[in-house]
Structures are given as structure tokens and as C-alpha cells.
């Protein structure tokens, strides 16, 4: 569906985007991870035309973005919502569905179906700006969808809502996916990711570091298990982590041992017997840890 080969660009000395490679698959929800300025905001930009890359191409069902018809082919939820707040969500829908050349008679259906598909149909007729930021959200990505998209691309689709908001817009995005819609999520929420994505690529600097699916990033931690220990002696906890053959990180301010063998949290406290524990706790390896040590290095 999406293909980007080679794309490097530079604002003046400062190179946004480095060599970047990846493809999004035809209905998968590809997920690109990455800190505040890691350089998914300009990747998206290069992939709508918004901006030249000075190095690589860009191809969306075989076709350059620059095209007509790439146009139809993709739509784009921004990270702020540009809506016209003193309209209602249907003549939002309306005005855009305009500008994509719909027939007033396809606009008509195309309206009414996106405000069923994002659960706006009884607020129509509602000023924008006396909706709720989650409604704002879901009303963004219906006009994203009125023209019919096989590709809609999601820049920090659920920055700044509450947490019933952002579960609303993780079902709505398992929707489009049922629906056989492409969706290219950018995020710095792991959950949401790990939730959502079929294939993760962890972008920093501008550069591809290491792209897959959960299960086979999973595979750049040699552990089962990772143990988040609590101690006033933690000199002593590392000294025994070490003769057991764990690993040490830190989490913030967790203290954290690799598991390499799946262990009980009963045989756990027992392997660091005689060391005073505030707290333990076992998790599996989660995308944080992954994309902690993914990153750590560069």
C-alpha cells in the first residue's frame, strides 16, 4: 500500500529524516514509535507532498504522491483538529466532502454513513465547538474517511484525551481495520501501539532503528521475564542479580532484572533470599522494554 525507499531530508544542517525505509502493508496498522521530534510529524508531511524529501522516493499503490489520484487514496487525521468549530459535524462533513468532489447525492450518504461509522449521528446538527475533545477527535476522522480512503494516516490520534476518549478512538481504528482500511498510526503511547498495530517501526532521529511485528522485536531482550525490584540495599540486589545471570536495567528510577527462564514470583524471592525487598514485581516483556532497549543506544 505504502512504500517509502530511501527518504532523507534536511531542514538547513539538521537532517530530519535519515535514510528512511519501511512499507505499510494493504489493511494492516502499521504503528511508527517514536520521542517528540524523532521525525514522524515530517514523515507523514513527505508522504502527503506537504514536503519534498531531498533524497528517496515515495510510492502508495505503486503510484508517486504527487499524483491526482494518490490524492483520493489517502486521507490524514492531523494532530490538531482542524475543524471549522461554529459549524455543525454534518456541514463539516459537507464542506469536505465538497472539496473531494463528491456529488450532492454521495455527499448525502457519505455524511450520514461517516457519522454513523465514528458514533456522531445524533450530534449532526451539534456546533463543533460545544462538543467534547473526543467527539472533535472521532469527528476528525470521519472527515479523513468521507471520501473514501484506502489509506488513512493517524498522527497522535488520542494526544490529550481522557481515557474513555482514547478507547473510543482504539475501537474506531479496529473498525476501519475490519473494513479492509490501511492505517498508519504515529504514536509515543506504547499501549496504543501494542494495542493496536500488526507491524511496529521505532523511529529516533529521523532514523528506522528496528522494525516488526511484537513478537519478533520481543526477540532483542534475551529474557522470559522482566523483575521490578524495590530495595533499600540495591548494591547488594545487583551483586545477586549478576551471580544469577540477570541482566540489569533502569527504568526511570526502577531497578530491573531480565529474567532470561520463566520463573514464579515464590522462586524469585527466594533467589535473592537475605536481601531486605521493599517490593517485587514480575512482568512479561512489554513493548516499553523493547523499545527502551531499542533506543537506549543511539
Request: net charge neutral; with cysteine.
Amino acid at each position: 500500500m505504502l512504500w517509502l525507499d530511501h527518504v532523507s531530508k534536511k531542514f538547513g544542517d539538521r537532517s530530519v529524516l535519515s535514510d528512511l525505509t519501511f512499507k505499510v502493508r494493504p489493511g494492516e496498522v502499521y504503528g511508527l514509535l517514536g520521542p517528540n521530534g524523532a521525525g514522524k510529524t515530517t514523515t507523514i508531511n513527505t508522504i502527503c507532498n506537504l514536503v519534498k524529501p531531498d533524497q528517496g522516493s515515495i510510492r502508495i499503490l505503486d503510484r508517486r504522491p504527487v499524483s491526482e489520484a494518490t490524492k483520493a487514496l489517502v486521507g490524514i487525521v492531523p494532530q490538531e483538529n482542524l475543524l471549522y468549530r461554529s459549524l455543525t459535524c454534518a456541514e463539516n462533513l459537507h464542506f469536505f466532502a465538497r472539496i473531494y468532489g463528491l456529488s450532492q447525492v454521495k455527499r448525502v450518504e457519505r455524511v450520514y454513513e461517516c457519522l454513523k461509522l465514528v458514533n456522531l449521528l445524533d450530534r449532526a446538527d451539534s456546533i463543533v465547538e460545544n462538543l467534547s475533545g473526543g467527539m472533535q477527535r472521532r469527528l476528525s476522522i470521519a472527515l479523513a474517511l468521507v471520501h473514501q480512503p484506502k489509506l488513512v494516516i493517524l498522527d497522535e490520534p488520542t494526544t490529550g484525551l481522557d481515557i474513555e476518549s482514547r478507547y473510543e478512538i482504539w475501537d474506531l481504528i479496529r473498525l476501519l481495520k475490519t473494513q479492509g482500511i490501511t492505517v498508519l498510526l504515529t504514536t509515543h503511547l506504547l499501549e496504543e501501539a501494542e494495542h493496536l498495530c500488526q507491524r511496529i517501526g521505532i523511529i529516533k532521529g529521523g532514523k528506522l532503528l528496528k522494525q516488526g511485528t511484537l513478537d519478533s522485536l520481543s526477540q532483542c531482550i534475551s529474557a522470559a521475564l522482566v523483575a521490578l525490584v524495590d530495595t533499600p540495599q540495591p548494591d547488594r540486589a545487583t551483586a545477586r542479580a549478576e551471580q544469577l545471570g540477570f541482566p540489569l536495567r533502569h527504568y526511570g528510577r526502577d531497578l530491573a532484572f531480565w529474567v532470561p527462564q520463566p520463573m514464579s514470583l515464590r522462586e524469585l524471592l527466594a533467589a535473592f533470599e537475605g536481601i531486605e525487598l521493599t517490593s517485587v514485581a514480575l512482568q512479561p516483556v512489554r513493548l516499553e522494554h523493547v523499545y527502551l532497549e531499542i533506543t537506549r543506544s543511539v
